[in-house]
């Protein structure tokens, strides 16, 4: 069998969510409101592109709406019998998102909300009970709404302090208990969303574009000043940078579609290169000076980002994209953030995102060949439209064969040399959609009992996926 023995023995096999897509109860126990919580249902993506501070004002004050991750599937109370069934799976990792806004409401108080800890405890308990590792995420898409309120987001350097005190009391409080951290989910995002990744609100910024890579580098030195807090609470923690990645295939030969396809993906990898290789690339020079762009830097800022890079570079794997020279009357489709041109050679989900498993291959080799340290893939997947029959069996064939196929490409680019810790695929259990706030985006390999508008029993049932990712964890990737 060519596929055999592809992964290591210690090959870490799990599933990811976050914890604004998935917990729910939104303001139990003291918690406060993050940016996400007031985003509701339908109309979000033209939003976290532009929202401002009426947009967030309205949405404070209205009471007909629908909110659907305030609610999530509510993993804040069935995080039990979630985690039961990941052990059942076979998880060797399970990867999850600490809301901010539970440890520090507001995120500016001195001290930590003992509720919102002892939640995460309990969470990280069940997951060494049944001998699964956590990975967690520190910040995903949800920040304090009160930091932008009150302080205008990440362009804020005060940003820095507040974040850093968080990660002090995670990484004391839980540093002998988890190893691996990220310290920002997709860091790259920002250039598509600044309210959502800098908490920067249109009305309050002239250049867009500039105020988002100054919250960026607020974030880059803040990520840095966390690995050093990290280092010097338990020298076991290992911090990784993570990545929403998408490869950009030049549409042709012709050396201007060559280009382009360069500067598409180093839009992508300037965020990378910095958390990687610790110094900003020699390209953003140019691109900061055409954008008029002036990063606020302090003394000391180029040396913390030198001193403290990451330990390793998780990344996001949906789809690949096109990059064209001239884009003029050409077919679209939308990925993972972005809008591409339709690549003839794949097919699409229900949402547009092309289906690309080599291009997941292709993705691991770059990124290795790039900055040689280990990788770990720790979002992909499928999204799909569902119904539960009366059975209450999905047969997700489709699923299956997403995956099975994904996971051979990720086998070759072991077999190439890519240096790969780990596989956590997202949405493992259905969760609300980070892009459209829809239930009904489903991407489990679990069900769960809910619509777009709230209606169902949050029930959960494993799909006929549930028995196929057991068996390919149980074989270590062998019987696809
Ligand atoms: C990633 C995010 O960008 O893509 C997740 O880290 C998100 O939060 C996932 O859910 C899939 O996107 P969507 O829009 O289908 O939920």
């Known amino acids: 069998n060519n596929y055999k023995k592809r992964f290591p023995e210690n090959f870490l096999w799990g599933g990811a969510v976050a914890a ?117 995420t520190i910040s995903h898409f949800e920040m304090p709404l009160n930091l932008v309120t009150e302080y205008g987001g990440w362009l804020n350097r005060k940003l820095i302090t507040f974040y850093t005190r968080y990660c002090k009391v995670l990484f004391e409080r839980f540093g002998h208990k988890v190893k691996y951290w990220l310290t920002f989910n997709e860091l790259n995002l920002i250039t598509l969303s600044g309210y959502m990744l800098g908490g920067i609100l249109s009305d309050k910024v002239d250049n867009m574009i500039e105020a988002q890579y100054q919250a960026a ?26 990545l929403g990645r998408d490869e950009y295939y030049p549409l042709t030969c012709k050396p201007e579609d060559v280009m382009q396809s360069i500067q598409d993906s180093r839009f992508e990898l300037f965020f990378s290169d910095v958390q990687v290789r610790g110094y900003y690339p020699s390209y953003s020079k140019r691109y900061f000076e055409e954008h008029n762009i002036h990063i606020k830097k302090e003394l000391g800022d180029d040396e913390i980002i030198r001193s403290y890079t990451v330990d390793f570079l998780s990344f996001s794997y949906y789809s690949t994209s096109v990059s064209a020279y001239d884009r003029e009357g050409m077919e679209t489709t939308d990925g993972n953030g972005v809008i591409t041109v339709k690549n003839p050679h794949l097919k699409a989900s229900k949402w547009g995102w ?37 059975d209450k069996y999905i047969q997700d064939d489709g699923r299956i064969q997403y995956f099975r196929e994904h996971i051979k490409q990720m086998g070759e680019a072991v077999k190439d040399g890519v240096e790969l810790m780990g596989y956590t695929p997202w949405g493992c259990i259905d969760l609300v959609s980070s892009g459209t706030s829809e239930m009904e985006k489903r991407y489990g390999f679990i069900y769960v009992d809910k619509d777009n508008y709230g209606n169902g029993t949050l029930q959960r049932y494993p799909k006929k996926s549930y028995y196929w990712y057991k068996k390919v964890i149980a074989s270590n990737g062998e019987k696809l």
């Open 354 to 390: 092309q289906i690309d498993p080599i291009g997941l291959r292709i993705a691991l080799n770059n990124l290795y060949d790039r900055y040689q340290i280990p990788l770990f893939v720790v979002e992909n997947g499928i999204g799909m439209l569902e119904e539960i029959p009366d």
């Open 20 to 136: 604004n897509q998935c917990e729910g109860a939104f303001d139990v126990d003291g918690k406060g409101y993050s940016v996400i919580d007031i985003l509701s249902f339908g109309d979000n993506s033209k939003k976290l592109k532009t929202m401002s501070s009426q947009d967030v004002e309205n949405a404070l004050q209205d009471k007909e709406g629908y909110f659907p991750r305030r609610d999530g599937i509510d993993f804040y109370h069935h995080y039990k019998e979630d985690i039961a069934m990941f052990a059942d799976l076979g998880f060797k990792v399970f990867r999850f998102s600490i809301a901010w806004t539970r440890i520090f409401p507001n995120g500016d108080e001195l001290q930590p909300n003992e509720k919102g800890l002892q939640f995460y405890e309990d969470v990280i308990d069940e997951c060494l009970k049944y001998g699964i590792v956590p990975l967690i």
């Open 217 to 242: 580098h607020h974030q880059f030195v803040a990520s840095s000043l966390a690995t050093k807090i990290a280092r010097e609470t338990n020298d076991n923690i290992l911090i990784g940078a993570m």
